[in-house]
């Protein structure tokens, strides 16, 4: 029986003025959760497109049970028993579950090529079944949560008798509640026989899962560790060549006058009774679970929503905010969770996109000043060290942490007082998230209000001066940065009760 059920040997990629994996190494036992991290632009997305068969190597060796093999399409590595899930679901999210599970190997009659929708619906039944899924078959994809889609993607898997599992950071877009029942899934799969390459950028994804971990740097192979084998220092070390001294580089801050005032806040079915205040120079964490209702209140502060009840109020003056134009206008700026969608111009050059808001600004009679709009786009981007061979590359060929920094540059071109961070560093590296903490801190400093949107605990207290908590759309606790805790701010975000959550934060 062969060592490893895959092992790439060597495997280099070249694209047009980029090296994306150069001599790289990896080796998959039967039956194991491997991790593999690395910063965003390690070469991590285009490992999977090798193994999936969207590219071919330019040199190197894939050998599958001790067989080397050629993955020409991805439709020879379904046939290979190779699969892939990734953070972003590719669904249709206007077909059913059953038809997402089974599109591209429909079951058909012989002869007629009539589809058998009765069997297709009992055999997805099944699968979801063995994933623990409560959901119908016949449901539409596109009412699912997140967390639901990539069950459906899973029993995807199943359905081709995939042996081999990519997971390409399955875990950023979930709950913790939502985290541990995919752990228990993949868990299973391995337990049932299936290999699993567990791609993430969170430690807990790692210790909760794997027995080993690979890391990649600049498109190398660093090495590969036993999971306890290896210090969270060393594999921080491994994956950005350096020692990142302070995750939360959080600096004091002068904390001065009210910026921001938010009165009785409500619209119906996603909020109420918000009230809260923003400082100059203050980080006011706002936290709670997914759904709490923390990206709808922000984005009615922002004019992306309207709001029914209540008032918002900047520097002592009441204001009404109807459109995002306003609020940029007024002075408060809005980084969307979803830098792709929301954020950027992808098929963009990065200059251009961090220039956008103020393009008027650039412009004379209808004219754009080339000149002055790339000194500022230049300026910018190496303000906030946006990594990129130049501001005239398009923002798609960008990591995700560096596309985070391009959204977070293109805010710095308008004249704001209040920076709204929904999420900033979902989805990105370890250096990354240092380095966005860093301009966070900066920008504090600077004298901007910040209002930061986070799931993330740690980084929720080891960056804010204050911590609002949020819960089924209502404000349950709040607390300075001396006084909070983990603990407390669970149990104000799990609170069923308001008056509970009030006497909590007494």
Same mark, same amino acid.
């Given at each position: 029986?062969?060592?490893?059920?895959?092992?790439?040997?060597?495997?280099?990629?070249?694209?047009?003025?980029?090296?994306?994996?150069?001599?790289?190494?990896?080796?998959?036992?039967?039956?194991?959760?491997? %991790?593999?991290?690395?910063?965003?632009?390690?070469?991590?997305?285009?490992?999977?497109?090798?193994?999936?068969?969207?590219?071919?190597?330019?040199?190197?060796?894939?050998?599958?049970?001790?067989?080397?093999?050629?993955?020409?399409?991805?439709?020879?590595?379904?046939?290979?028993?190779?699969? %892939?899930?990734?953070?972003?679901?590719?669904?249709?999210?206007?077909?059913?579950?059953?038809?997402?599970?089974?599109?591209?190997?429909?079951?058909?009659?012989? #002869?007629?090529?009539?589809?058998?929708?009765?069997?297709?619906?009992?055999?997805?039944?099944?699968?979801?079944?063995?994933?623990?899924?409560?959901?119908?078959?016949?449901?539409?994809?596109?009412?699912?949560?997140?967390?639901?889609?990539?069950?459906?993607?899973?029993?995807?898997?199943?359905?081709?008798?995939?042996?081999?599992?990519?997971?390409?950071?399955?875990?950023?877009?979930?709950?913790?509640?939502?985290?541990?029942?995919?752990?228990?899934?993949?868990?299973?799969?391995?337990?049932? #026989? %299936?290999?699993?390459?567990?791609?993430?950028?969170?430690?807990?994804?790692?210790?909760?899962?794997?027995?080993?971990?690979?890391?990649?740097?600049?498109?190398?192979?660093?090495?590969?560790?036993?999971?306890?084998?290896?210090?969270?220092?060393?594999?921080?070390? %491994?994956?950005? #060549?350096?020692?990142?001294?302070?995750?939360?580089?959080?600096?004091?801050?002068?904390?001065?006058?009210?910026?921001?005032?938010?009165?009785?806040? #409500?619209?119906?079915?996603?909020?109420?009774?918000?009230?809260?205040?923003?400082?100059?120079?203050?980080?006011?964490?706002?936290?709670?679970?997914?759904?709490?209702?923390?990206?709808?209140?922000?984005?009615?502060?922002?004019?992306?929503?309207?709001?029914?009840?209540?008032?918002?109020?900047?520097?002592?003056?009441?204001?009404?905010?109807?459109?995002?134009?306003?609020?940029?206008?007024?002075?408060?700026?809005?980084?969307?969770?979803?830098?792709?969608?929301?954020?950027?111009?992808?098929?963009?050059?990065?200059?251009?996109?961090?220039?956008?808001?103020?393009?008027?600004?650039?412009?004379?009679?209808?004219?754009?000043?080339?000149?002055?709009?790339?000194?500022?786009?230049?300026?910018?981007?190496?303000?906030?060290?946006?990594?990129?061979?130049?501001?005239?590359?398009?923002?798609?060929?960008?990591?995700?942490?560096?596309?985070?920094?391009?959204?977070?540059?293109?805010?710095?071109?308008?004249?704001?007082?209040?920076?709204?961070?929904?999420?900033?560093?979902?989805?990105?590296?370890?250096?990354?998230?240092?380095?966005i903490h860093e301009i966070m801190s900066d920008l504090a400093c600077q004298g901007y209000g910040v209002i930061m949107i986070s799931s993330e605990m740690p980084e929720v207290l080891g960056m804010c001066d204050r911590i609002a908590v949020m819960r089924e759309g209502r404000i349950t606790a709040t607390f300075e940065r001396s006084t909070a805790t983990q603990e407390a701010i669970l149990e104000a975000a799990m609170m069923r009760g308001h008056a509970e959550a009030e006497r909590a934060a007494i």
């Open positions: 029986m062969a060592d490893f059920v895959l092992e790439l040997k060597g495997i280099t990629k070249v694209f047009p003025g980029v090296k994306a994996l150069d001599n790289v190494h990896f080796q998959l036992e039967q039956g194991e959760i491997h %991790a593999l991290m690395g910063e965003n632009g390690a070469g991590k997305s285009t490992f999977i497109k090798i193994i999936t068969g969207v590219y071919q190597p330019d040199e190197g060796e894939l050998y599958l049970n001790g067989h080397r093999i050629e993955i020409r399409n991805p439709k020879d590595a379904q046939k290979l028993g190779i699969a %892939a899930i990734y953070q972003h679901v590719t669904c249709y999210p206007d077909l059913s579950v059953t038809e997402n599970i089974f599109i591209g190997h429909e079951k058909v009659q012989k #002869g007629t090529n009539r589809i058998l929708w009765k069997e297709m619906h009992e055999e997805a039944k099944k699968l979801l079944d063995q994933l623990g899924a409560n959901f119908d078959p016949k449901v539409q994809m596109g009412a699912l949560s997140v967390a639901q889609q990539q069950i459906v993607e899973i029993a995807k898997a199943l359905s081709t008798n995939a042996k081999i599992i990519i997971m390409d950071e399955p875990t950023a877009a979930l709950t913790k509640r939502e985290s541990e029942e995919l752990y228990r899934i993949t868990e299973q799969l391995r337990d049932n #026989g %299936a290999s699993i390459i567990f791609i993430s950028h969170r430690f807990e994804d790692m210790y909760r899962l794997a027995g080993r971990v690979t890391v990649f740097r600049d498109s190398k192979y660093i090495g590969t560790w036993g999971v306890n084998e290896i210090s969270n220092d060393d594999l921080i070390v %491994a994956m950005v #060549g350096r020692e990142i001294t302070q995750l939360f580089p959080k600096k004091k801050a002068d904390i001065g006058e009210e910026l921001l005032r938010v009165e009785g806040l #409500g619209k119906t079915g996603y909020f109420e009774d918000i009230s809260f205040t923003l400082r100059k120079g203050e980080i006011l964490g706002l936290t709670g679970l997914v759904g709490a209702g923390r990206t709808e209140v922000c984005q009615a502060i922002f004019g992306i929503l309207d709001y029914e009840r209540g008032s918002v109020h900047l520097e002592g003056r009441k204001v009404e905010i109807d459109h995002p134009q306003t609020a940029m206008k007024l002075g408060i700026g809005y980084l969307p969770e979803d830098r792709q969608k929301q954020g950027l111009v992808l098929n963009w050059e990065i200059g251009r996109n961090i220039t956008l808001p103020v393009i008027e600004k650039l412009s004379n009679n209808g004219w754009l000043n080339d000149g002055k709009e790339s000194e500022m786009a230049k300026n910018l981007s190496e303000k906030v060290q946006v990594k990129a061979n130049s501001i005239f590359d398009h923002a798609s060929l960008l990591s995700g942490g560096n596309q985070q920094k391009v959204v977070v540059a293109k805010l710095l071109t308008a004249d704001l007082k209040v920076m709204i961070l929904d999420e900033p560093t979902k989805g990105v590296d370890v250096g990354a998230k240092s380095a």
